[in-house]
């Protein structure tokens, strides 16, 4: 391995004009494109953005990009009131994970060119794709990675040299280089344009959503539903038996309130997604049942199956199981539903529905049925609701409640057979009783958020942000907005708890009969 002092003599007498070269076309581009520079060099505010929601592909003691990626790249500065864009540009990574056009093979006599932003080439086409890939025989890769310096140089050529043949080391390099220590990159440090063209794989539809009832009489509750759309200005539509069946593939609603921008979306894979894209720092520890926890002098003690955690700081976000662990118990409960999905429908049953596009209709009671068409030609059907032990539901109980989804799924596209249904799940949602949602710090170092009421995919995701934020003890606008929301009310003791939720649920059960 070449030895620093080597490196640095070399450098000084030789490649010190090319970074010179660099720096002024760099600035005489930017002079060019009419860019402002800022002024001060001791801005606080540096503001990265990306195309892509996963960028760096980091490692213990360097990073590098993700391979074979295009992604458009913004940088701005935040100064005097004002955002100043530096730089807006796209670039590639080869299957290295590189930036550069060419891919490089592990079989080749290798120059390896090392450094910061300058040698990656930021902001502009990378100097090193002018080379086709080759110099004298040569190929050449680009090992510049933003933001490193010498300390990470040996890093990064550590981590090519495994295995690419490398025969060369060129070190191009400024003088704050020498300053930098071990650098890492994660994908949570950086903000990623809002219209970017890439999605998290699940399944992202806005095709709006309907509110949609079988009885006429119910125009009255969809007309003022209505006028209270029109006032906030949120485009929607009401339509009939003629249009719905057109739309929905059935004949069974005879009308609904259309809205648009509703999405529609596949939870399982969002939260695949989100756990795919947890920084290294973060361990994920599934299907681990937290049996007891204790504030012990400042420490936190939670007790598992196969061990036990003890943390300075925690936030408790288990939602429907919330009272179940002892927190805002007397404030939250849970609510078991039961859903079904059939199997996907054969072309033949697809074209006697009328080859609808995806959608989802809400009831407008709440014990009726939430019904949609995914993506694959799937029916769900969700139509059950009530209090129920939500650590136990036997394949029996299951089963009852399936019925209950077949005939919901019969009444409303006969033409299906009887054994279409493929699958039944039950899960646990958390209400209060005034269907606010709990967001708060209960001591020094315990934070708790949920009891989303049925809506915790939107309301969830976003509540989740917002309470680990709080916990860093940070604050955002949102977070204001959030504390500002009326706090769930009190609940009565069992078993008049037990009792007054059950009347409820018969109750709305009776009124949607016909929706179920």
Same mark, same amino acid.
């Given at each position: 391995?070449?030895?620093?002092?080597?490196?640095?003599?070399?450098?000084?007498?030789?490649?010190?004009?090319?970074?010179? $070269?660099?720096?002024?076309?760099?600035?005489?581009?930017?002079y060019f494109k009419s860019y402002k520079i800022p002024t001060d060099n001791r801005l606080k505010f540096r503001y990265m953005l990306y195309s892509k929601d996963k960028v760096f592909d980091g490692h213990?003691?360097?990073?590098?990009?993700?391979?074979?990626?295009?992604?458009?790249?913004?940088?701005?500065?935040?100064?005097?009131?004002?955002?100043?864009?530096i730089w807006d540009y796209e670039f590639n990574t080869?299957?290295?994970?590189?930036?550069?056009?060419?891919?490089?093979?592990?079989?080749?006599d290798s120059i390896l060119f090392l450094g910061d932003s300058f040698t990656q080439g930021q902001g502009a086409s990378p100097w090193i794709d002018n080379f086709n890939g080759e110099i004298s025989g040569y190929q050449v890769i680009n090992g510049g990675i933003l933001g490193v310096g010498f300390q990470q140089f040996e890093n990064i050529y550590d981590h090519i040299n495994k295995?690419?043949?490398?025969?060369?080391?060129?070190?191009?390099?400024?003088?704050?280089?020498?300053?930098?220590?071990?650098?890492?990159?994660?994908?949570?440090?950086?903000?990623?344009i809002p219209d970017s063209k890439?999605?998290?794989d699940c399944d992202w539809n806005e095709c709006g959503k309907y509110f949609a009832s079988s009885k006429k009489e119910d125009k009255k509750i969809l007309e003022n539903f209505s006028e209270t759309l029109s006032k906030l200005g949120f485009e929607h539509d009401i339509l009939f038996n003629k249009d719905l069946k057109k739309k929905l593939g059935t004949n069974f609603y005879n009308i609904a309130l259309y809205t648009k921008g509703g999405i529609l979306l596949h939870p399982g894979k969002l939260v695949r997604a989100m756990?795919? &894209?947890?920084?290294?720092?973060?361990?994920?520890?599934?299907?681990?049942?937290?049996?007891?926890?204790?504030?012990?002098?400042?420490?936190?003690?939670?007790?598992?199956?196969?061990?036990?955690?003890?943390?300075?700081?925690?936030?408790?976000? &288990?939602?429907g199981f919330l009272k179940s662990l002892g927190i805002k118990k007397n404030y939250n409960f849970p609510i078991t539903l039961t859903a079904s999905m059939t199997r996907p429908l054969i072309d033949e049953e697809f074209k006697s529905i009328?080859?609808?596009?995806?959608?989802?209709?809400?009831?407008?009671?709440?014990?009726?049925?939430?019904?949609?068409?995914?993506?694959?030609?799937?029916?769900?059907?969700?139509?059950?609701?009530?209090?129920?032990?939500?650590?136990?539901?036997?394949?029996?109980?299951?089963?009852?409640?399936?019925?209950?989804?077949?005939?919901?799924?019969?009444?409303r596209f006969p033409q299906l057979p009887d054994d279409i249904i493929q699958s039944a799940w039950s899960g646990i949602v958390s209400r209060t009783r005034n269907s606010s949602q709990i967001f708060e710090k209960l001591d020094d170092n315990i934070f708790v958020a949920g009891c989303y009421n049925g809506s915790g995919i939107g309301v969830g995701t976003l509540f989740g942000?917002? $309470?680990?934020?709080?916990?860093?003890?940070?604050?955002?606008?949102?977070?204001?907005?959030?504390?500002?929301?009326?706090?769930?009310?009190?609940?009565?003791?069992?078993?008049?708890?037990?009792?007054?939720i059950k009347a409820r649920l018969l109750y709305e059960r009776i009124r949607a009969r016909s929706e179920i």
């Open positions: 391995m070449l030895s620093k002092k080597k490196i640095l003599l070399f450098l000084y007498f030789f490649f010190t004009p090319i970074v010179i $070269i660099f720096c002024l076309e760099f600035l005489l581009k930017i213990k003691d360097f990073f590098k990009y993700q391979p074979n990626l295009l992604s458009r790249h913004l940088l701005y500065y935040f100064e005097e009131n004002e955002f100043l864009k080869n299957n290295f994970g590189l930036v550069q056009k060419s891919d490089i093979f592990p079989n080749k295995d690419f043949n490398i025969k060369k080391v060129v070190v191009i390099y400024v003088g704050g280089d020498i300053r930098r220590g071990i650098s890492t990159a994660s994908d949570k440090n950086v903000l990623f890439e999605e998290l756990i795919d &894209t947890l920084p290294e720092n973060v361990n994920l520890y599934e299907n681990s049942f937290l049996l007891n926890w204790r504030k012990l002098n400042n420490i936190i003690n939670c007790d598992f199956k196969n061990g036990s955690i003890k943390t300075k700081k925690i936030i408790f976000a &288990t939602n009328g080859e609808p596009k995806e959608w989802g209709v809400l009831p407008i009671r709440p014990m009726g049925a939430t019904i949609r068409m995914t993506k694959d030609k799937r029916i769900l059907i969700r139509n059950t609701a009530e209090v129920h032990n939500p650590y136990k539901m036997s394949k029996l109980d299951l089963d009852k409640r399936s019925i209950k989804q077949k005939i919901g799924i019969k009444k942000e917002q $309470i680990a934020i709080k916990a860093s003890n940070e604050n955002t606008k949102e977070i204001e907005i959030i504390e500002s929301i009326n706090k769930p009310t009190w609940l009565p003791p069992q078993p008049f708890l037990d009792l007054g």
